[in-house]
């Protein structure tokens, strides 16, 4: 069983971040591309809201460090 939540705790934490490496992205697609994003006239609306995400999964791998990890 140890083995088993071992492989849950992996795929939480590398879910978290794959989402922060993908919202990392979009923050400096549109700090670096900006002009070219003709979808969102608020860019920094724009980023406040990746910035958000990247908190998110952020705290989600501080709470299985904190709560689940052994160490």
């Known amino acids: 069983m140890a083995d088993m939540r071992e492989m849950m705790l992996q795929a939480a934490i590398k879910h978290a971040l794959g989402h922060i490496e993908k919202h990392k992205l979009n923050v400096e697609v549109y700090l670096n591309q900006s002009v070219g994003i003709g979808e969102h006239s608020d860019i920094m609306e724009a980023i406040e809201?990746?910035?958000?995400?990247?908190?998110?999964?952020?705290?989600?791998?501080?709470?299985?460090?904190?709560?689940?990890?052994?160490?």
């Open 49 to 71: 809201m990746e910035l958000e995400h990247i908190a998110k999964y952020e705290d989600q791998l501080d709470v299985i460090e904190k709560h689940f990890k052994r160490g």
